[in-house]
């Protein structure tokens, strides 16, 4: 299993761009999550998933939108990026929601917003 | 949800125990301890889980003492691959509602 995959690896956008963060799992997980980690920070989630169709809102989930048409991918959109969404973000599944079931976290993007 | 404190950083010498205390007071009946490593770059990675007393894995000891309110990562013999942040989240879930904290940075030096 590959486990969850995500790309690109690295991004610089101009302020105001779009672009969509794709995260894909093949551990046929139901439940899946972004998150955002600021240098020196912990991660705070933005959207999570759980299952093909539902989603919610997180701790952080202003300027970000989400879907889940399958049950692999999860992708995470930016409209009208702005600066403060310089970060690292991390996609991450889950068989199920909680302990004693344990989260799997992708390599991550990093996304500059000049 | 449990409040968690751990140290903010730690230092080790390669072939060392490095032992993390993570304080949990208000811990529920039904709440795991679970830890995770992140190397810098990189995604975090599941270590080890337990609920109550000792865990032991291929990577680190976990020890959960009867009153649940701390438990203390065990790292033994670190080497310098050893180095990476250290996350202590307690709960039973949701997972997007238990907190990643600043975790503990363990440097390892030769």
């Known amino acids: 299993n590959a486990g969850v995959t995500q790309t690109p690896k690295f991004r610089i956008l101009k302020i105001g761009q779009s672009m969509t963060l794709q995260c894909t799992q093949d551990?046929?997980?139901?439940?899946m999550y972004w998150y955002r980690q600021d240098p020196g920070m912990g991660l705070k989630l933005i959207y999570y998933?759980?299952?093909?169709?539902?989603?919610d809102k997180g701790e952080v989930p202003n300027g970000y939108n989400v879907s889940r048409s399958t049950t692999e991918d999860f992708p995470l959109r930016l409209e009208l990026a702005a600066p403060s969404q310089t970060s690292v973000y991390f996609c991450?599944?889950?068989?199920?929601?909680?302990?004693?079931?344990?989260?799997?976290f992708g390599p991550g993007t990093r996304l500059t917003v000049l | 949800l449990a409040k968690t404190t751990q140290p903010i950083s730690m230092d080790s010498y390669e072939g060392q125990e490095v032992n993390i205390t993570c304080s949990h007071n208000n811990i529920a009946t039904n709440d795991y301890i679970t830890w995770y490593q992140q190397f810098p770059s990189q995604g975090p990675r599941f270590i080890i889980q337990?609920?109550?007393t000792k865990v032991t894995n291929e990577v680190a000891s976990l020890f959960i003492p009867a009153d649940r309110k701390s438990s203390t990562l065990s790292l033994p013999r670190v080497s310098l691959s050893d180095t990476a942040v250290y996350y202590c989240?307690?709960?039973?879930?949701?997972?997007?509602?238990?907190?990643f904290g600043a975790g503990t940075q363990v440097v390892v030096t030769p």
């Open positions: 998933s759980v299952g093909a169709g539902i989603t």
């Open positions: 551990m046929n997980h139901n439940y």
């Open positions: 989240l307690v709960g039973a879930g949701p997972w997007g509602k238990l907190q």
């Open positions: 337990g609920y109550k």
């Open positions: 991450a599944s889950s068989l199920s929601g909680g302990a004693p079931d344990t989260q799997y």
